[in-house]
């Protein structure tokens, strides 16, 4: 069983622009696509079930990497995405922000006429996961949004998320059937939300003697839950900082791409062709896809890859992440039919940066590395909600 986990996640409101829900959408299928290639259906669940791997996928989106927009932007990306391919890809993806939440029964019984599941097991699971975060845990957070992720084997996972308007906060509740023992008893992977402090908790541990008692629920404390928690603490701050990231990690990652490549650089021939910036870009999406749970403990670093389309920590690189999408997209596809160069060239970028990190000695601060992204951002075609990234004053003078 998962220890619960929890994390600060500020509240924001606003929109995702097309041009970027269309690029979310795409690279979102082709990273799930080669997570079902190289390990099965079920570890797609086990990723979504896991709060620090998610807010690093909604990162390397292009997502603002620390709000609580990522929950709802992530998973309506996917759901568009996956679910014309779910008959392929054995993956469904039911429910979604306010009035689509409620949706997710009928969604449910429309999978299991097509899989042959039992749709009302998986109707009250749905139900029993909503019930519990929004009325068993009284913890002061009104749910919105409920995602139910199934697997044509009958594996499934919950994302879903409540707020609290008094202080502009969120939090998110993940759920993973292959950890759940007791509805009514610690079912979750992880919880991710400011420390309320004392709360309501009908599903803790110690709450079995009020379980059993009756209406004897209101004396409870979850001290287990306290105890044991992952703290993800994400701060309210919009800027990429040097304390948010692990700076050997990113570090061992931009010289991966631009420096002097390692003596086993040719194993990655196969990506003959894809520049320098978006090797980069390539390395950390590697990593969202390879990587073991212990490399998320930073998701902030995850937005070098695609930047965040409020512009932190830069412009969102239009041709980086065109070019991102197309690489992953032809290697999923060759694999297809056999052709598995492309694939292990790409999973090989993650392997190097990872021995590397050995003997990598971290230098300089993130403030550096923006500074030049943002510069740079006119040449990849960078882009926020507030327009197009233009070149410095002085290369316009160049320029016109």
């Not at 009035?99 to 299991?112: G, M």
């Not at 059937?177 to 309501?200: K, M, W, Y």
């Not at 086993?264 to 894809?274: A, M, N």
Request: one cysteine or more; glycine letters at 8%; a neutral charge.
């Amino acid at each position: 069983m998962k220890r619960s986990g929890s994390a600060d996640l500020p509240l924001h409101y606003g929109y995702v622009p097309q041009w970027l829900a269309e690029r979310m959408a795409r690279l979102g299928l082709a990273i799930t696509e080669t997570i079902i290639s190289e390990y099965g259906k079920a570890e797609v669940l086990r990723r979504l079930s896991d709060p620090f791997w998610f807010q690093s996928l909604g990162a390397v989106m292009g997502m603002d990497w620390h709000s609580s927009g990522i929950t709802t932007s992530v998973m309506g990306a996917l759901k568009r995405a996956i679910n014309p391919h779910a008959k392929e890809l054995g993956i469904y993806i039911c429910g979604g922000k306010g009035k689509s939440s409620k949706q997710a029964p009928a969604e449910l019984l429309s999978v299991a006429d097509a899989t042959g599941l039992d749709g009302n097991t998986l109707v009250r699971c749905s139900k029993l996961s909503a019930k519990v975060d929004n009325t068993a845990i009284q913890d002061g957070f009104q749910l919105y949004t409920h995602n139910f992720i199934v697997s044509s084997d009958g594996d499934w996972a919950v994302v879903q998320q409540g707020m609290r308007t008094g202080d502009a906060t969120a939090r998110r509740y993940h759920w993973h059937s292959a950890n759940i023992r007791s509805f009514v008893e610690e079912p979750h992977t992880g919880i991710c939300g400011i420390n309320q402090g004392d709360i309501l908790n009908m599903v803790a541990s110690e709450a079995q003697p009020s379980r059993n008692g009756v209406m004897l629920l209101s004396q409870e404390k979850p001290e287990t839950i306290m105890r044991e928690a992952i703290h993800m603490r994400l701060p309210a701050h919009h800027d990429v900082r040097n304390e948010d990231v692990d700076l050997k990690r990113l570090g061992t990652v931009l010289w991966l791409a631009h420096e002097q490549r390692p003596a086993d650089f040719e194993d990655l021939l196969l990506l003959e062709g894809v520049g320098p910036r978006t090797l980069q870009s390539l390395a950390l999406v590697s990593e969202v896809i390879h990587g073991t749970p212990s490399r998320f403990k930073d998701p902030a670093r995850f937005s070098f890859a695609h930047g965040g389309k409020d512009g932190h920590p830069f412009p969102v690189p239009i041709k980086v992440y065109d070019e991102t999408i197309r690489t992953l997209q032809t290697a999923v596809q060759k694999s297809r039919i056999g052709e598995q160069d492309k694939q292990q060239a790409i999973h090989k970028l993650h392997q190097i940066a990872e021995r590397a990190e050995k003997n990598f000695v971290a230098a300089g601060s993130v403030d550096k590395v923006i500074e030049q992204e943002r510069k740079d951002s006119w040449k990849y075609g960078g882009r926020t909600v507030f327009g197009k990234a233009k070149p410095p004053d002085d290369v316009q003078l160049k320029l016109f």
